[in-house]
């Protein structure tokens, strides 16, 4: 027998498979296909202040081994989200869930944070301080370390929930943003938001997404992913939740050799509504023929020794 | 939805660049015509998204008809019987065939005609007389217009430089045609068109670019008089009264 | 017939094609393979001061629609390439030749650059500022805007051929870096160089590459070098020679459209070493097929309109 | 160099985990044993250097063999005959059997066996007599001991654990044997080991992680006596003394 649990901010999760926000909404299309209480937790839909649309249509482009997506927050709105999502999320998943609270100010942030805080469902709130696809500071909290560490300071004021703050990748130096939500109070960090990029149709000599840019994810990312959480891990002594690419059992274990507590599984829900059962099912296959009994002592692992 | 396995029967050329693939498979789960399935192929990351033309759940067949238009279909058009597929499907909501009258008009564009065949069977097994006006560019492009005069269906089919059949576009066609409903499913801005220029009310499939195709990700969402909605979930096909065209 | 001419810093190219440095040696092994007179030019392996073994083996490693290397900048040397290679290089190759800079502080670029600028057939200088593959700053000063500056400024007093600096993708702001390469009197921009990424084996549990990290080139990367090529398009007004991932005809004029005057080529010549003259060849095809008849008349054609 | 095409025309496993594949195509461009070929394969972006084990110029044959050790070689795993494989070749030196007694040491270890099969063909055919020495893990990994024997030459296999001739690791085995020279080809750590112990001179054949396979890169490069060679393009065999072990 092996062991998959690990331990995220104190609360113990039977796997470390977590799907990502923005990818697999509050989890109900995912309910409908699978029991997803076998899931560690999951991360829901990128909540604001305000019901948004989000960004006009074409939304997604496809890329080597990737994808683009400039879908800019669509969301109901946190009140919404209360209201009405989180009681039927009650009937369909009953362990403690990821919220991943977006924003435009710090105002927002904080005021998003406080109203899930008051939710009993709500096990970690995930700051995301990175989205790409939004005008106005979305991602610019998420690029500078002062930013970052002020999001950190104002949202810890207002719940006593874990906190997790959510980088971006699109900076120079990811650990010292890391290091400045870490010193600010944050209980854990998640990484990588998707990596700002663009296509550009031949047809109409315009960008493909309406939004010109949008965020990559997929395995395209995931040697840069994994870099940085190598890097993250060298800098900070708080959990690490990472992401970006991972797309199987093998990936799950070396995203948590670089450093990982726990991880997360964006685009390769799209693509394959059925990986993270997959996973789950495979990882203690892959743990045997690796020699690994117990998943939490491998985090950190290829920087022992 | 479900995740499937289809395996290619036969793969014909039916006009330019347009191609038919008949495929072995659970063809039991669709529920509707103009619902879609999600094709994934080699070496892409995205699926494809493809609607059912027709689908026979005795024989356990599903018909797709395809234009190469990129990559994804350029490979769809090189396989062989025999090759598999790894599908979702069914996918979206399709046409809703209890509403509109017996005589409802039902109008194609280019590759946007496959769904409506297997509609317009599902019109005639419930009595109704469609009439049915398809629009092409040119003559090579013109495909099915048999498979509906075998249906017993009126038939139209305009193309833009009158090459085959009436020349201009469909919604001259519709000019001419009494119907107090239509069914639609074509280009964007023939769809627009017919929604600006038909008295009727009736139902438009539409396409957006799809990161999932089964709700999950928000990639297809258009904004309808009754707040968002995803096309991959909610659509393809929505009523032209939700439309703030 | 099409035109595929363009003019790169005052110097006309019969295509935009040029192979990347470090993935084409100084020619040689591609010129037993074709005439490699049909490219546009090619740009030479990163030279240094002093002979550079580089970084121990493993330098390579597979990621999904790419790989990473850090092979850090292994050549002979400046003198060594002055007196070995460029008068070989003369056999087999009669074009204008860009001559790649690598260096680990300002005085080193000064001096490489002082002794290739002697070089008749050198027609460009490339100031590599971005390689991440090589400890004690040759990274640092291509993430940095006053750093970059401060290189340009001392290569520019020594040469009066064209210096293109060659930028960094991991860094935040990549316009900033260019900006400030341009107010210095850079002729043209490069970029984008590799991601800084990293692979674990599951067998022996540490990074793949005994350097650790290395930097990630192919198609994986094509959506974030067409983003920075697009976004520094607008910060300066000097051409833009775009690389990363570039492995069609069709990819040539997308990273044009997005405000390219030339492309490079790295990681393709490596899986596909007649990559080159087969895009050559298929070019007009592609320009005729997206009705472009004068290959420099959509150079920022994404921008458009 | 050439890029090339070559037909599978047999694939099949002859060891744990171990396949052997014919390939149809072009042999004539192999100038010595011990040369290789690097392998594009669907969806992975670098090639996979595979050794020649025996080639046959007039028929057009190539025969590989190969361990399912990833992704790429369980793909290979799986070809069947009639699937094509883009290949680069020939790259590298082989070994050079110019030089070296009459009765030479040809010493392999697990999957570093196959290219010492056409060495030993062609020192055969030079009149010479090697004594070959195998090293495998276990009996389940043995294989080519009858090719080599075939050949008319002393074969001795030696396991780990002894389950298939003598136990104990190649080093042992050649300790009892008389030689002035030696080919090997096989784990890094077993190479060491033999350039260690061995007195005699020698070539050996080495493994790096490539990034192209015909010298473009400097993704392999290694550091010996004389400077830094290429192990794709210097190599993959080099003279003992050249190595500073
Ligand atoms: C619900 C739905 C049903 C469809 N039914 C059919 C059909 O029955 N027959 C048919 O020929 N086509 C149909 N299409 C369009 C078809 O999906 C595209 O032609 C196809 O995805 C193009 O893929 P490609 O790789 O050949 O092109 P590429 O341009 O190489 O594709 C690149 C990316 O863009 C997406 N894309 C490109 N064009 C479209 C498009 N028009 N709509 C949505 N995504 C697109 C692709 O899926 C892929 O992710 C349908 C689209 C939708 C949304
Ligand atoms: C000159 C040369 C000749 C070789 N000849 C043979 C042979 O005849 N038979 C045989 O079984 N093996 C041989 N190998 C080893 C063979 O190349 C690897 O086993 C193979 O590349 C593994 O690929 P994979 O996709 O299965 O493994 P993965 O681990 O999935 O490969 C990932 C990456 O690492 C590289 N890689 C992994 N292992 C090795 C290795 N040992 N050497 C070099 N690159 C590696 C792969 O090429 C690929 O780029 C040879 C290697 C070299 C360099
Ligand atoms: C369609 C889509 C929507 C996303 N929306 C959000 C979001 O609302 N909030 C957020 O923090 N991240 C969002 N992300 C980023 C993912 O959570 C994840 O960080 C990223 O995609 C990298 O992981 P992956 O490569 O596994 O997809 C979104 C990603 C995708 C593909
Ligand atoms: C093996 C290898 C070696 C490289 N060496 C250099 C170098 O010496 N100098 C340099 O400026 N860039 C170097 N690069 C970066 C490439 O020139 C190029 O910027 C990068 O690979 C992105 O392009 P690509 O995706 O087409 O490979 C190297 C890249 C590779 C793959
Ligand atoms: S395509 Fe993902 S929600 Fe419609
Ligand atoms: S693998 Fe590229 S030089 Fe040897």
Chains 1, 3 share one sequence.
């Not at chain 1, 985090?299 to 022992?304: E, F, K, L, T, V």
């Not at chain 2, 039991?28 to 494809?48: C, E, M």
Request: with cysteine.
């Amino acid at each position: 027998m092996v062991n998959t649990k690990i331990s995220l901010c104190g609360i113990e999760l039977d796997n470390p498979i977590i799907p990502a926000s923005g990818t697999f909404g509050f989890g109900k299309e995912f309910a409908e296909l699978y029991d997803i209480n076998i899931l560690g937790t999951f991360s829901f839909k990128g909540t604001t202040h305000h019901e948004r649309f989000g960004n006009p249509t074409p939304r997604i482009a496809e890329t080597a081994s990737g994808m683009l997506n400039a879908v800019g927050l669509q969301n109901p709105g946190v009140d919404a989200v209360i209201k009405d999502y989180l009681p039927d999320m009650k009937t369909y998943f009953h362990k403690p869930v990821m919220a991943n609270v977006s924003g435009f100010s710090i105002e927002e942030y904080v005021d998003v944070s406080r109203k899930l805080d008051q939710q009993e469902q709500v096990g970690w709130l995930e700051i995301n301080i990175s989205c790409p696809n939004v005008h106005g500071g979305g991602m610019a909290f998420g690029t500078c370390p002062t930013a970052a560490a002020e999001v950190t300071r104002a949202v810890r004021g207002v719940t006593k929930k874990p906190i997790i703050l959510k980088l971006s990748p699109n900076t120079t130096d990811i650990a010292a943003v890391a290091k400045a939500c870490e010193d600010e109070g944050a209980d854990a960090v998640s990484l990588i938001n998707t990596l700002l990029s663009m296509r550009i149709s031949l047809q109409t000599k315009k960008p493909l997404l309406h939004n010109i840019t949008g965020g990559l994810s997929g395995p395209a990312i995931f040697p840069v992913a994994l870099r940085m959480v190598y890097q993250v891990y060298q800098a900070v002594r708080i959990p690490i939740i990472g992401m970006g690419g991972i797309s199987s059992a093998e990936d799950v274990v070396e995203m948590m050799l670089a450093g990982a507590t726990a991880i997360q599984i964006g685009a390769a829900n799209l693509v394959d509504p059925f990986i993270c059962p997959q996973i789950i099912q495979k990882l203690p296959d892959v743990m045997r023929k690796y020699g690994i009994s117990d998943l939490s002592t491998i985090i950190g692992g290829a920087h022992h020794g | 939805m479900k995740e499937q396995q289809y395996t290619v029967k036969t793969n014909e050329q039916i006009a330019s660049s347009v191609y038919k693939m008949v495929c072995a498979g659970d063809a039991s789960v669709f529920t509707a015509p103009g619902q879609f399935i999600n094709i994934k192929l080699d070496s892409l990351y995205l699926r494809r998204p493809i609607s059912i033309s027709d689908w026979n759940s005795e024989r356990g067949t599903i018909t797709l008809v395809y234009k190469d238009v990129g990559t994804g279909t350029a490979q769809m058009s090189r396989m062989l019987p025999g090759a598999t597929m790894n599908v979702l499907s069914p996918l979206g909501n399709g046409f809703d065939t209890t509403v509109g009258g017996p005589k409802p008009l039902v109008i194609g564009g280019g590759v946007g005609t496959p769904p409506l065949l297997g509609l317009c069977k599902q019109l005639v097994k419930e009595g109704k007389h469609p009439h049915v006006i398809l629009g092409f560019n040119t003559k090579d492009d013109v495909f099915y217009e048999s498979e509906f005069l075998d249906l017993g269906l009126k038939t139209t089919i305009v193309t833009m430089d009158g090459s085959y059949g009436l020349r201009g576009m469909v919604t001259d066609a519709c000019l001419n045609v009494q119907a107090d409903y239509f069914f639609a499913c074509g280009p964007f801005k023939m769809l627009q068109a017919l929604c600006c220029t038909l008295p009727a009310e009736g139902q438009v499939s539409l396409e957006e670019r799809m990161g999932c195709g089964f709700g999950a990700c928000m990639g297809c969402s258009i904004m309808t008089r009754n707040g968002s909605m995803r096309v991959c979930k909610e659509g393809p096909v929505f009523e032209r009264r939700l439309l703030d065209w």
